[in-house]
């Protein structure tokens, strides 16, 4: 079992800059492949940033590329997301997801994927 719990969320600015924390716990929370998701009001869960348990190896969407960077400390079990040029597009709730698999860029999107996901924090982002 993996626990998760994000922290980190609020109200910003366009062009401004915030970072989501999610904490894991449980026996196997240091080996989990994670990933941040996000869901606006009325749109399906749609995914933001990947990482494998290493760290070496990260996926983005599209639309965040260039802007979110995903991280992780294993000794902290703590996995970040940075996230700067913020849009008002940006707006969700954000939720981070844990897995022990590990697919490719066709696999790491999906919901499906994905064993374990916190309760989400809301980002806002005002024009």
């Known amino acids: 079992q993996v626990q998760l719990v994000e922290s980190g969320g609020g109200l910003v600015q366009t062009g401004d800059s915030l970072r989501l924390s999610c904490a894991a716990t449980?026996?196997?929370?240091?080996?989990?492949?994670m990933a941040w998701f996000r869901q606006a009001p009325g749109k399906n869960r749609e995914f933001v940033a990947a990482?494998?348990?290493?760290?070496?190896?990260?996926f983005y969407a599209d639309s965040v590329k260039g802007r979110f960077t995903i991280a992780r400390d294993n000794a902290k079990n703590t996995v970040w997301l940075q996230m700067n040029s913020l849009k008002p597009e940006d707006t969700a709730v954000y939720y981070c997801?844990?897995?022990?698999?590990?697919?490719?860029?066709?696999?790491?999107?999906?919901?499906?994927?994905?064993?374990?996901w916190g309760q989400g924090t809301q980002v806002t982002v005002s024009s």
């Open positions: 990482i494998s348990w290493g760290g070496r190896t990260t």
């Open positions: 997801a844990a897995t022990h698999s590990w697919g490719g860029r066709s696999f790491m999107p999906m919901t499906t994927s994905y064993n374990y």
């Open positions: 449980g026996e196997t929370s240091s080996t989990s492949n």
